[in-house]
């Protein structure tokens, strides 16, 4: 079988390389795909949005099944176009991605659908939003309606920088039409986990669970990234609050599409916080969560291939999905002055040790080929994932395998899954 890849990061490495551990995967392509997937995969220069050119692709290629990695083709339709054309596709129709594309469709569906989440209301005008502000006080949080490339969110600790941030978003455009709509949220204290579904519509296969490092610096200070790092499973997410998610969340969800007539056909992420005990959904995503797809994808046994093919031909309730006893720990490695601006084109050295070893595997991200050489060409740039008996020795083996990796300016946390470590003793 051969299968395309639509993506660039870490994550889509992360599928890359799993998908190829199935024997029933002859070959893989990935558009655009980066240094790494390069090296396992024949990456295409066609861009993850090019609907047109993807298919045309797909069609005079022959492959058996598309699997997207990122948000953008997914909410822009790239599904409806493969379903049209009777192609195979892993990933929900523009219809199901709405749940991630417009915060505003995410949050009514909850409210209609009594799934627990943050009070909230949303605005089309600034002045009211403003006012909605003044009248709740700081600390508050103000949400761009669409796709923002993760910078949409802003958690103001005071009323001034929450109207800032409406300013910022409705005034000054920072995010384009995404910012034309807004939603003012109360702002939830707690824990964050990240909780992944696959569904076919029809059957629920709960992943592993996991919990990303959003912050730039350790001790969960600066600003919010993409995720710093991440680790599976969540020693938080115990049985008992597991099934809480199942039964309060994920049931009203599924319920939720079919009363939509959404036939979602893909993953969900959902962002969870847990407050005193008790989930609370701080936002649907409706694809793998990236950093939290590589240690994920370095804990599974089943067949991923099967797996994913299943849940496109609606078929998931005749897979079994089984995890390997080991924790995982995935550090992210990220270039100088990301979240901001950073440098591009640093030489990566020290990659080549890891082509045999057992413990330990790194995804690239922002990664390029200049001259024969693989260069950092983004923010996040490496994800080394390790396996461990325990999630210290994961992070042990992640650590240790990042001693051997350097670029200038490069930087990571020391500090990635010791709260679950500490959770633990
Ligand atoms: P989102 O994209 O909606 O998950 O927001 C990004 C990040 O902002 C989340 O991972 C949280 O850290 C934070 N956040 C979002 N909504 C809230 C909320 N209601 N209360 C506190 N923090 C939030
Ligand atoms: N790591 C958070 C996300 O993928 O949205």
Not at 81 to 99: H, Q, W, Y
Not at 208 to 234: C, E, L, V, W
Not at 280 to 305: C, H, K, M, T, Y
Request: one cysteine or more; hydrophobic letters at 40%.
């Amino acid at each position: 079988m051969k299968v395309l890849v639509i993506g660039s990061g870490g994550r889509e490495h992360a599928l890359v390389w799993k998908l190829l551990q199935s024997p029933r995967v002859e070959k893989v392509f990935c558009a655009p795909g980066n240094a790494g997937i390069s090296e396992i995969a024949e990456c295409i220069n066609i861009k993850a949005d090019d609907a047109d050119a993807l298919l045309n692709f797909v069609k005079y290629n022959w492959i058996d099944l598309t699997v997207v990695g990122p948000e953008v083709p997914l909410t822009a339709g790239i599904v409806d176009a493969f379903v049209r054309e009777e192609r195979r596709i892993f990933g929900p129709d523009k219809s199901g991605a709405r749940l991630e594309g417009s915060k505003i469709f995410a949050k009514d569906f909850m409210r209609k659908n009594g799934i627990p989440t943050a009070e909230y209301r949303s605005f089309t005008s600034c002045r009211q939003a403003e006012e909605y502000v003044r009248l709740k006080g700081a600390p508050i949080v103000i949400k761009a309606d669409g796709l923002a490339a993760g910078k949409g969110v802003i958690v103001a600790e005071t009323v001034e920088e929450a109207i800032d941030a409406l300013k910022m978003i409705m005034k000054d455009n920072a995010f384009g039409d995404a910012g034309k709509k807004v939603i003012v949220e109360q702002c939830l204290v707690g824990e964050e986990a990240s909780f992944m579904i696959l569904t076919d519509g029809k059957t629920v296969v709960p992943l592993a669970t996991s919990q990303d490092h959003k912050r730039i610096f350790d001790g969960d200070k600066g600003p919010n990234t993409g995720g710093m790092g991440a680790y599976s499973p969540a020693p938080l997410v115990t049985k008992t609050l597991e099934k809480d998610i199942m039964r309060h969340i994920v049931g009203p969800l599924m319920k939720g599409l079919k009363r939509e007539r959404i036939n979602y056909r893909g993953v969900i992420y959902v962002g969870v916080m847990v407050c005193q005990g008790k989930p609370f959904v701080l936002e649907f995503n409706v694809r793998f969560g990236d950093p939290e797809a590589q240690p994920i994808l370095a804990r599974l046994d089943s067949d991923f291939f099967e797996l994913l093919k299943a849940t496109a031909e609606g078929r998931l309730k005749d897979v079994t999905v089984t995890w390997k006893d080991e924790a995982s720990v995935c550090v992210v490695i990220s270039s100088k002055g990301y979240p901001g601006e950073y440098s591009k084109g640093e030489k990566i050295t020290g990659l080549d040790s890891f082509k045999n070893d057992k413990n330990a595997v790194v995804f690239h991200a922002g990664t390029s080929m200049k001259h024969g050489e693989i260069v950092t060409s983004g923010g996040r740039v490496l994800g080394v994932t390790a396996l461990g008996q325990d999630i210290k020795t994961a992070k042990d083996n992640a650590y240790k395998a990042i001693e051997k990796i350097h670029f200038n300016g490069m930087h990571y946390r020391k500090d990635i899954a010791d709260r679950a470590i500490k959770k633990q003793q």
